[in-house]
């Protein structure tokens, strides 16, 4: 079946990380709007908090919010911006390409323009993710897919 | 080769709960590695799942898996470098990394490292990750810089 991600205007940045596992809540704040081809662009905004439980371990010495943070941001925001199908979640299938280019340290802020979509026949669908520091410098560039699991919960290729 | 918890704490600068390696069980410096991670529910990204969530839910972060992997691919780079290696192993890019099927608390994760080349202080590595005879992650290209902790902190001075 294929259908457009389903809008989910209601869905609150702290519903998404209370929905599953996650390291932090990895986003503040996210805004949705209609994209091309029925995909849509998503920006979505969080704050380095030096007091988080993991990042009081990366690094003790120094706070860096780990590259693979801002893909559990990205992925926190797509979650929040697509929402379920048939009761499950989104999940990063394929990262095709990934760089980091900028540390970011406690108080930084990261904002991430995206866009998402439209959803294969299988469920899945590209992200095309940049990530902007708060001093503009630009932090990540992120490509992936994301997909619908299917009821078995794999992940098969 | 076989490095307990302690010795990867005397390699790597990640700490509790960002230490994501228990144990390296096979090592050779410079060329592959094999290291095991076990995830439990005891960890604190499980800590905020609200309660009632399906069994999906639990799945272990993917971020979490990505780093504990890149973690593997450090102590492997790490151990090549020799003594006097000091900074903070930072993940700058990743190129075609597929994430197969989940993980949940009670799994026990075994990374396959290879590190396939150094090149201008910058590490690439490849691999996959198992839980028992099921593949559960590809990773088609990891890279990874150190950097000393003063030049990373420099921006915020």
Not at chain 1, 29 to 50: C, F, N, Y
Not at chain 1, 85 to 94: D, N, V, W
Request: hydrophobic fraction near 45%; aromatic fraction near 8%.
């Amino acid at each position: 079946m294929t259908a457009a991600p389903a809008f989910s205007a209601t869905t609150r940045p702290v519903d998404t990380y209370e929905a599953a596992a996650a390291p932090l809540p990895a986003i503040e704040w996210v805004e949705v709007s209609a994209g091309p081809r029925g995909g849509i662009g998503l920006r979505a905004g969080t704050t380095v908090d030096p007091t988080d439980v993991y990042l009081a371990g990366h690094f003790p010495e120094l706070t860096v919010y780990p590259g693979v943070f801002t893909l559990e941001t990205i992925g926190q925001a797509v979650t929040a911006a697509v929402g379920y199908c048939a009761g499950r979640l989104p999940h990063l299938h394929l990262l095709r390409s990934a760089r980091f280019l900028a540390p970011l340290l406690a108080g930084d802020t990261l904002t991430v323009e995206a866009s998402v979509g439209p959803v294969g026949e299988d469920q899945s669908f590209d992200v095309t993710a940049r990530c902007v520091r708060g001093d503009g410098v630009h932090a990540a560039t992120v490509r992936a897919v994301y997909r619908w699991p299917s009821a078995d919960g794999g992940n098969a290729r | 080769m076989r490095l307990g918890h302690g010795e990867l704490r005397a390699l790597l600068p990640h700490r509790y709960p960002m230490l994501l390696l228990d144990r390296v069980d096979s090592v050779e410096p410079g060329v592959s590695l094999e290291a095991v991670k076990a995830v439990t529910g005891c960890e604190p990204c499980y800590r905020g799942i609200a309660e009632g969530q399906a069994p999906d839910r639990y799945a272990y972060p993917a971020s979490l898996l990505i780093e504990s992997f890149g973690q593997g691919a450090a102590v492997l780079w790490l151990l090549s470098r020799g003594p006097g290696t000091t900074g903070l192993p930072m993940f700058t890019a990743a190129r075609d990394c597929v994430l197969l099927r989940p993980v949940y608390p009670g799994d026990v994760i075994r990374h396959r490292v290879r590190l396939e080349q150094v090149v201008h202080g910058a590490a690439f590595a490849t691999g996959s990750s198992w839980v028992g005879t099921d593949q559960v992650a590809e990773f088609g290209s990891m890279m990874a810089v150190v950097r000393p902790a003063d030049a990373v902190a420099e921006r915020k001075r």
